[in-house]
């Protein structure tokens, strides 16, 4: 598989980061392409990931291997991302406070709005991790509830619960009713 960086696998870490690759690589490529990447792009965005896996030092020790790769691929798609957006930076239309209404903002609405978005972000932290992941999943990653399901082998009941536990606990931090 991979690992013919720097830095020489041991046995038991080429075994773990094999395994983790067969297990870890179609979600991997499903999570890129659900980001609008090409499939060629996918491949080699999740290929990127396990590279970094196998540069890093005792796989074993990574207690939680799913967040870690994950987090990992996050880390990957944002570099692709800012590279893409160097690249292509000539292409880029300036923005223009007027013509996006952002100078009819008084300052009472900013910071009525920077209090609300700090009690959404405390009531984010409240929650339990896993409910948490599949609220920042649907909400901010745009991954639709089918696929969270798929990739974290839960039923599309259990996301459904998740993403309700969520909202209410939120809406209740916000001091509405449903």
Known sequence: MVGSGSNPLSKQDRALLDSWAQEYSVPLKTYFMRRATSPGEAEELAQEVFVRLANRADLASIEIIKGYIFTA?????????????????????????????????????????RQMLALVLEGLQELPEKTRNIFVLYHFEGVKQMAISNTLRIGLRTVERHLAKANTHLLEKLGRDR
């Open 73 to 113: 691929a996050r880390t990957v798609l944002s570099e692709h991302r800012r590279k893409l957006a160097r690249r292509h930076n000539h292409l880029h239309t300036p923005y223009v406070e007027e013509r996006h209404g952002v100078a009819d903002i008084s300052p009472e609405t900013l910071l009525s709005d």
